[in-house]
Every structure is written in C-alpha cells, then in structure tokens.
C-alpha cells in the first residue's frame, strides 16, 4: 500500500506564502519552509524541482492576493488615479514584504510592473479611461507623471518616511491631477 502524503503543495505554498508575508521573500528557504511547514525538505523537492520553481508560484500568489486587496480596497473618489494611488499607498503600508516582492524587485517572473499593477481587473486602464472621459488628452501620459508621485508615496511608506494622513494623500493625488492636466 502506498504511503499517503502528509503535505500537499498547497500545504508547502501556504506556509511559503505566510513567510513571504511575514519576514519577507528572501527568508523562504528550503530549510525555514520545511520547518514552517512541519515537514523536511524532501515534500518540497518532491513538488518543486528547486526554489525558484517553488519561487514562481509563490509570486503568482502575491499577485493574486494584491489583486483581490485592490479589488476588496474601498474606492469613491471621482479623481482618475486617486483610488489606485491610495490602494497601493495602503498595500505598501499594510504588506511591507509582498509590496517589495512585486514592485521593488527586477524578478518578475516575466510579468512586467503593468501587468501586475493592471491585474486581471484592467485597474489601470480604467483608471486611464476615466481621465479620458474626464477630458484629459493624454491620459496615458498623465498616468506616468502620476505613477511617478504614488509609487514614490509608497516607497516612502516601506522606509517610514511617509507620514501623511488618509486625508492628506487623497488632497496632494488630487492636487497632483489637476496640476498635471492643467500643464497640457
């Protein structure tokens, strides 16, 4: 009869994920996953042919997870690029670890730095489209001056050195649009 596994790939994900989260991607190693897992290092090995395959669906999951973070986020400001910059604003400050997992780091698993941003749900393209129909003549163009403003906000959050209030990043993202729209 053969013998039932114990830990399942979903078992070895979870725990690498949970690591991620907690200590961050560089810490997930086959000897700390094992552990956290309650397993050696063989079930992962099994599964996975080395740490960077493992590596890869554990990235998948981050996005996934930003992606129903951004989707879960509240959202209501009329402001194109308001809400996206505030929801990923928020995942920095909330998700330290998963933020620097998939937006400060060049693996990407050949998924570029739109892609995960846009996720399945178009959340940058919508973004853009509002601007569209909010006047704009370059809503494209206006995104990356915008971008420029809240990946940096974001950046700053992972440091500590943003210290603004809900209130008062909603107020400099709407100011930086009207600038930026008032410019072209």
Known sequence: MARKETVTIQNILEAAFEMAREEGYEAVTARKLAAKAGCSTQPIFRVYKNMEELGADLFENAVVYFEDFYSKFPKGHKTPFVDLGMTYIKFAEKEKNLFKLLFLQSERHDKSFYEILNGKGGFVMKEIAKAKE????????????MWILIHGAACMTITGDYDMGE???VMILQDAYQAFTAQK
Request: hydrophobic fraction near 20%; charge should be negative.
């Open 134 to 145: 909010d006047g704009c003549k370059d809503p494209s163009g206006l995104f990356a001056r």
């Open 167 to 169: 209130e008062e990043t």
